[in-house]
């Protein structure tokens, strides 16, 4: 069974631009996570999605946004770049978002901002 | 606040000794924890994760950890440490449905022969 796959792996933008990341969940997975990872703030959860319904939301601001398709295919947005937006974008999937879970993790998208 | 703490950045075991990698938890419900591991390059992989029962949680590649509701604590451990197992560990805790997870800010592993 194929992992969690994240498009593209490699990203540099400059401030003021928008970004588009994408994350394909593990075949029969509903349930997509995403998360940031920079070395000042380390780990942070973004948002979670779960058919097509956002079901937790982190501490980001509102330039952070995302959707879910309806084959469990999600996406990431952020406008207005800034530098701080460099980090490491991490998707998470799993079978629900119900009980006892686990998260299988995507090797990530890497976003530059200049 | 919900937060993870794990005191130790960076630590360096020798071949063949055993780990420990501390982590505190700070959470306002039931706390559901989680270690992972994370080499160069890769993302998150899963290595253990309590949710209820025996406060004692075997994982893969021979890592355990201990739940102590007391000290707040979800301790990692290794008997024999491998060169393999040099990578950073990150301890979060999560919702019980193993989501929106809370990280810690991980500790580096070195591993010296």
């Known amino acids: 069974k194929a992992g969690v796959t994240q498009t593209p792996r490699y990203l540099i933008k400059t401030r003021g631009q928008q970004v588009t990341l994408s994350c394909s969940p593990i075949?029969?997975?509903?349930?997509v996570s995403w998360y940031q990872q920079t070395p000042g703030q380390g780990l942070q959860f973004l948002f979670e999605?779960?058919?097509?319904?956002?079901?937790n939301k982190g501490n980001f601001p509102g330039r952070f946004s995302g959707r879910q398709f309806s084959n469990s295919r999600s996406e990431m947005n952020v406008s207005t770049l800034e530098l701080g937006d460099s980090a490491l974008y991490l998707c998470a999937s799993s079978f629900t978002s119900g009980y006892q879970e686990t998260q299988y993790f995507g090797p990530g998208t890497r976003l530059l901002v200049l | 606040a919900q937060s993870v703490t794990q005191p130790d950045i960076h630590i360096t075991v020798s071949e063949g000794a055993s780990l420990e990698l501390r982590c505190n938890y700070s959470?306002?419900?039931?706390?559901?924890l989680f270690w992972y591991v994370q080499s160069p390059g890769q993302g998150l992989q899963l290595l253990l994760k309590y949710f209820s029962g025996d406060t004692l949680v075997q994982g893969i590649k021979g890592f355990e950890a201990e739940f102590k509701r007391s000290q707040s604590s979800f301790n990692l451990r290794k008997p024999s440490v491998h060169w393999s197992d040099a990578a950073e560990y990150f301890c979060?805790?999560?919702?019980?449905?193993?989501?929106?997870?809370?990280f810690g800010k991980g500790t580096t592993l070195s591993v010296s022969s």
């Open positions: 979060a805790v999560g919702n019980q449905a193993g989501t929106a997870l809370i």
């Open positions: 075949s029969g997975h509903r349930s």
């Open positions: 959470y306002g419900a039931t706390p559901y």
């Open positions: 999605y779960f058919s097509e319904t956002q079901r």
